[in-house]
């Protein structure tokens, strides 16, 4: 297989899950090729299996059968140790709900990420500041989250996806919680991001605007891909 700088390979996903006595099949075979640099947009209704192939793709949820290849690398073959190595150096995660940590700034939050990778506190702390000014906030890197409108955070919360330089950046209904205007303003970054870093996109979401966007599209159906251009 081809080592692929962001290069995604997906073979027969299937995911399972534990509910009583009984098994519900969330993704149910799934096969895709993703690209360098492409932006993936997977649309679908809600609970058609959107939330968990990103997270099976980063490394958040074990399938239950398949595999998944990031780079040439058998993902699920990997040791613990290895594989949150990777999703700390290689993955950026954008979620609905930002997840950012209340106490902290906004320079705080974005430079986590490189803190835990080993970066020293001011190689990080440098590393966050030119990611937040990147994102449009350079008159906001002091401010608490509590202090910072919807867009903001999500903003923040892309700063902090970023701020490592992955190679994939996944997006769960990053606009999902904002406003038609505010969503736009984040779609348009992630595009732009997108194309100035290289970086490998995919971005679950109903938006069909913000689907639009991306270079390619997948529709899930229950569990199983049904539409792809």
Known sequence: MKNEWGHVIV???IKTFQTGSSQVEVIKGIDLTIKRRQSLAVI??????KSTLL???GTLEEPTSGRVFLDGLDLYQQSPKALARIRNRKIGF???FHHLLSEFNALENTAMPALIQGLSRKDAYGEAEEMLVRVGLRERLRHRVGELSGGEQQRVAVARALVVEPELLLADEPTGNLDSQTGRRINEL???LNEEKGLTTIVATHNLELASMM???IRLIDGRVQEER
């Open 190 to 192: 992630l595009i732009q």
């Open 215 to 217: 270079s390619s599209q």
């Open 55 to 57: 997270h099976i793709l």
């Open 11 to 13: 073979e027969g996903l």
């Open 94 to 96: 954008v979620f609905q």
């Open 44 to 49: 679908g209704a809600s609970g058609v299996g």
